[in-house]
Structures are given as C-alpha cells and as structure tokens.
C-alpha cells in the first residue's frame, strides 16, 4: 500500500470516529490528526497526491 493510500485510508477511519460524535478530548485528538493528514499530504509531490475523490 503506498504512502498516499496509506494516509487516505487513516483520513477516512478518523472521519468515521469523528461522525460517531466522540467526547471532547477525543474530538480534539482526532482533529490534530486530520490536520496531520492534510499536511502530510499536501507536502506530496504533485503526481504523488490522490485525486479529490480518492479522499
């Protein structure tokens, strides 16, 4: 699994515990996270990000 897959596919579990509307504490966890994600990910060279939809 690549780098990129690997991180799409955390981005989505994450999301998914987000929706399940988790405490504060873990809210605040999973949004560090995200943001963690979105980083990682916008750091990617240019043919290395996945498509909008592969989010």
């Known amino acids: 699994m ?15 515990r987000l929706e399940s509307d988790p405490g504060p504490k873990e809210r605040e966890e999973i949004e560090r996270l995200l943001v963690q994600i979105d980083t ?7 043919g290395d990000r996945p498509a909008p939809s592969d989010e």
């Open 40 to 46: 990682a990910l916008s750091l990617l060279e240019p």
């Open 2 to 16: 690549s780098t990129v897959a690997k991180l799409v596919a955390r981005k989505h579990a994450l999301v998914e």
